[in-house]
């Protein structure tokens, strides 16, 4: 290690940023470390809108899933995405929504998709309101959505 050089595993983050390159902001940051890691290490995306969150009245996926039966909204960042089929014939979407302290299951219908599509474009973050659902097969907790916003 050289002089004025910072060590690479015991940085703490106290550190000066290195001489002539500067700091990002926190949203750079996670644009950034997602981009060329798949996730953020610094930053929680709801992070960056917290206040947008507590503005909405988001309750966390923890607490969604305990309350079926009621209209409520959850905030987080999407980490899958499929599409299957109802019996009909319709496009039915599916969402695993992370939020700070745990996944909560999103279903959309095809008109709610076609509805709020554009909002859709990319990992998020996301609000979305909905009716918590308790499937009695799968025992857990979905949201079945009925609005959605892109935050930030």
Same mark, same amino acid.
């Given at each position: 290690?050289?002089? +004025?050089?910072? $060590?690479?595993?015991?940085?703490? +983050?106290?550190? =000066?940023? $290195? &001489?002539?390159?500067?700091?990002? /902001?926190?949203?750079?940051?996670?644009?950034?470390? &997602?981009?060329?890691? %798949? !996730?953020?290490?610094?930053?929680?995306?709801?992070?960056? *809108?917290?206040?947008?969150?507590?503005?909405? %009245?988001? #309750?966390?996926?923890?607490? $969604?899933? +305990?309350?079926? %039966?009621?209209?409520?909204? #959850?905030? +987080?960042?999407?980490?899958?995405? %499929?599409?299957?089929?109802?019996?009909?014939?319709?496009?039915? @979407?599916?969402?695993?929504?992370?939020? !700070?302290?745990?996944? *909560?299951?999103?279903?959309?219908?095809? =008109?709610? @998709?076609?509805? @709020?599509?554009? /909002?859709?474009?990319?990992?998020?973050? @996301?609000?979305?309101?909905?009716?918590?659902?308790?499937? =009695?097969?799968? &025992?857990?907790?979905?949201?079945? $959505?009925?609005?959605?916003?892109?935050?930030?």
């Amino acid at each position: 290690m050289q002089k +004025g050089q910072m $060590a690479l595993f015991n940085w703490t +983050g106290d550190q =000066p940023a $290195a &001489e002539g390159i500067p700091d990002w /902001a926190p949203a750079e940051k996670v644009t950034h470390q &997602e981009e060329i890691l %798949g !996730l953020s290490v610094d930053f929680h995306p709801l992070e960056l *809108v917290a206040g947008q969150v507590e503005e909405m %009245g988001v #309750v966390t996926s923890v607490d $969604a899933a +305990g309350r079926p %039966g009621q209209r409520l909204r #959850v905030a +987080g960042v999407r980490q899958s995405w %499929g599409r299957s089929f109802t019996s009909r014939g319709d496009p039915i @979407y599916f969402m695993a929504l992370e939020d !700070l302290e745990g996944v *909560v299951n999103v279903v959309i219908s095809a =008109p709610v @998709y076609s509805k @709020y599509r554009s /909002a859709l474009t990319d990992k998020g973050p @996301y609000a979305i309101e909905g009716i918590v659902e308790i499937s =009695p097969d799968a &025992e857990e907790a979905s949201l079945r $959505a009925e609005k959605i916003w892109r935050l930030g």
